[in-house]
């Protein structure tokens, strides 16, 4: 069983329209991270977010944190093909018990131009 | 800065067959982590090393092995290859635990 479940697993869209992916869990986290990973790269940090509530923006990209810090979204206005990518969500350092260091199964975003 | 360093970053080995994984951190950072990506199952952690002079297991360790060699360097040996061991192998380090990761370009390995 995932801690981090993220859905959906596979998307694909063309240039210019809108999508959210989430990350769920059945855990409390303090925080969540997201991070985007290209083709033949390492993944990159994007944001981390905090508070349960929280909304933080990054140029077309709008992250959410949960109310209860459990789940978080990512949403993309007008998607672009610079997106592409694979898309990752976790909580940093070691959460509890055996689940060090986790990440989320990712959201693989294809954007089309 | 260079960041995270990998080698190499391909390699094909024959089943039984044993290889070491480097890998190098030019930021000064506490900790570093050892992942293998595979289609479908994410990134999994083998092995970590909170500080220099410590390494702990992560959710996947059977197979491998880790030297924390320095403050800079943290290696990956896998002593017997297994066809399951084809994955690609990412490296990563952070300031500390609960910070930031910063992940090298990975070492795809094949298995045959």
């Known amino acids: 069983t995932q801690l981090l479940e993220q859905s959906p697993q596979f998307l694909s869209i063309q240039e210019g329209e809108n999508l959210t992916v989430y990350c769920n869990s059945s855990?409390?986290?303090?925080?969540l991270q997201w991070y985007r990973q290209e083709p033949g790269e390492g993944p990159v940090l994007l944001v981390t977010v905090v508070t349960g509530g929280e909304v933080k923006k990054l140029k077309r990209l709008t992250f959410q944190f949960g109310d209860a810090r459990k789940d978080s979204s990512l949403h993309i206005t007008a998607a672009q093909p610079g997106d592409t990518g694979l898309y990752l969500c976790a909580p940093p350092g070691a959460t509890s018990g055996t689940y060090k260091y986790i990440f989320g199964t990712g959201t693989r975003l294809k954007v089309l131009a | 800065n260079a960041g995270v360093t990998q080698t190499p970053k391909f390699q094909v080995l024959k089943t039984g067959q044993s290889m070491t994984l480097q890998c190098a951190q030019d930021m000064n950072h506490n900790s570093m982590y050892w992942y293998r990506q595979d289609p479908g199952m994410g990134l999994r952690l083998i092995y970590y090393?909170?500080?220099?002079?410590?390494?702990d297991k992560g959710e996947v360790p059977n197979g491998y092995n880790v030297s924390r060699l320095n403050k800079r360097e943290f290696s990956l040996r896998l002593e017997s290859a297994a066809p399951s061991q084809t994955s690609v192998y990412f490296c990563?380090?952070?300031?500390?635990?609960?910070?930031?990761?910063?992940f090298g370009p990975g070492t795809r390995l094949t298995v045959t």
């Open positions: 855990s409390v986290f303090s925080s």
């Open positions: 990563a380090s952070s300031r500390d635990s609960n910070y930031e990761q910063y």
């Open positions: 090393s909170a500080s220099e002079g410590t390494t």
